[in-house]
């Protein structure tokens, strides 16, 4: 598996686009909780999801659950069910089924394979750490609690990298240009 080709997932889908799109049918709001299952939900995640709830039904909508488990290295096996049970004991249902993001990579390998094909994706073959220090030589470090704002290093070519990741070709946009 490599950054350039998101792995197809062998799983059966559950909670796919279509019941989401059934779900949504008359909402004009649609709030949604995204737990990655690295382990149970802590507290700080309670009201997170406590807030996207209490925000979706204040504004007559609906509110979706969606289980972040493409990060296999750090997912952990039986975890999205215990955290949609602890959602569950606090009265937290989502309104159709969890949608899993590891049983959606066709849709997202169609959407690069699409974002590519209009120049508007590119790889990259930068590490943080490579990130880092190109900021830090251009006289940009990262705030303490910030976070890093990607130079555009690869947007002109790998320069002999392998690929990483795809990032977003954003410098047609003024606001948006490389640091």
Not at 132 to 139: R, S
Request: glycine content about 8%; charged content about 15%; hydrophobic content about 40%.
């Amino acid at each position: 598996m490599s950054a350039a080709e998101p792995p197809q997932s062998a799983k059966a889908p559950v909670g796919d686009s279509a019941t989401h799109a059934v779900a949504s049918v008359g909402a004009t709001y649609i709030g949604r909780f995204a737990p990655s299952p690295t382990g149970p939900l802590h507290v700080g995640s309670l009201v997170a999801a406590l807030a996207s709830w209490l925000d979706a039904k204040a504004h007559g909508g609906q509110w979706l659950v969606r289980i972040e488990d493409v990060d296999t290295t750090r997912c952990l096996p039986g975890m999205a069910d215990v955290i949609l049970q602890q959602l569950a004991a606090c009265g937290l249902c989502s309104d159709a089924a969890p949608l899993y993001q590891s049983q959606r990579t066709n849709l997202y390998q169609q959407a690069l394979t699409q974002l590519i094909a209009n120049a508007q994706a590119y790889p990259c073959g930068c590490s943080r750490r490579a990130i880092e220090q190109a900021l830090h030589q251009a006289g940009h470090d990262k705030p303490r609690h910030g976070e890093l704002v990607y130079p555009g290093t690869c947007r002109a070519g790998l320069q002999g990298k392998a690929p990483r990741a795809w990032r977003f070709n954003t410098s047609f946009n003024e606001s948006n240009r490389p640091l």
